[in-house]
């Protein structure tokens, strides 16, 4: 029976600003280190025997895993990178002050930017202080402007297929770090969450989601690793 660990990336310093991520590179925070060392410690006691990592390419979910893997004492475990794991693209929103939007353009607006499953934010300005098309890892790649989670889930799910859903099924165990709407994505597909509750769906930063799989990769167990800090669990299939 292959698990699979979901880890979001430690507190960055943009989530403790408040502001809107998404594609732009921020680093963990103190705060943020010391969750992915905590999460390293967890995983090593849960005694999994993981065969290899998968990771976006933002600093906060590498670091993070470079942290956690230094305190299970398997920094030598292969790590694949890539870009279809980042986290949702903010668009417009990026680099804004959460609270500061929510009175500029009302909370329910902004409520139904951040939480709807298929209304994406304003689009991001080609050239913009945080547009991301011109970062070298993404040379060559067709940037989106802004994403809903219904279009974060359209770039995540195809790489699952065909690179990660493989390994399950012969057997092996996976850690992937990675974001609060990319691993949202995967636990939508997991676990066929509904449209209209997927939205709900809170994964805590620095806390390991265990989730252990049956046949056709359908997961027959799930739970925290830190149960004090445990967000409500998606219900089995």
């Not at 906060?60 to 893997?69: G, Q």
């Not at 607006?109 to 070298?136: L, N």
């Not at 889930?153 to 990675?178: D, H, M, Q």
């Not at 994964?203 to 997961?219: A, C, S």
Request: hydrophobic share 40%.
């Amino acid at each position: 029976m292959p698990k699979l660990v979901l880890l979001r990336h430690g507190q960055s310093q943009w989530n403790l600003e408040n502001r809107f991520t998404g594609w732009w590179d921020v680093d963990l925070t103190e705060k943020g280190e010391g969750e992915a060392r905590e999460a390293g410690k967890m995983l090593a006691a849960s005694g999994i025997a993981f065969s290899e990592c998968f990771v976006s390419v933002q600093t906060r979910a590498i670091r993070t895993l470079w942290l956690a893997l230094a305190e299970m004492d398997k920094c030598w475990l292969p790590v694949t990178r890539d870009w279809h794991l980042n986290e949702r693209h903010y668009g417009g929103l990026t680099g804004l002050n959460k609270a500061e939007t929510a009175e500029k353009h009302g909370a329910d607006q902004v409520h139904i930017w951040r939480r709807s499953y298929d209304t994406p934010p304003p689009p991001m300005e080609k050239g913009a202080e945080f547009d991301p098309s011109v970062d070298p890892r993404y040379t060559g790649l067709d940037v989106p402007m802004t994403e809903s989670l219904k279009l974060t889930l359209e770039r995540v799910l195809p790489y699952w297929t065909e690179a990660i859903a493989p390994k399950l099924t012969s057997g092996e165990n996976l850690l992937i770090a990675a974001h609060g709407n990319s691993l949202r994505a995967l636990v939508k597909h997991l676990f066929d969450v509904p449209d209209e509750m997927i939205t709900g769906v809170e994964i805590p930063t620095g806390n390991p989601l265990l989730v252990e799989l049956g046949g056709d990769l359908v997961p027959t167990a799930v739970r925290y690793l830190d149960e004090a800090r445990a967000k409500t669990l998606p219900d089995l299939p």
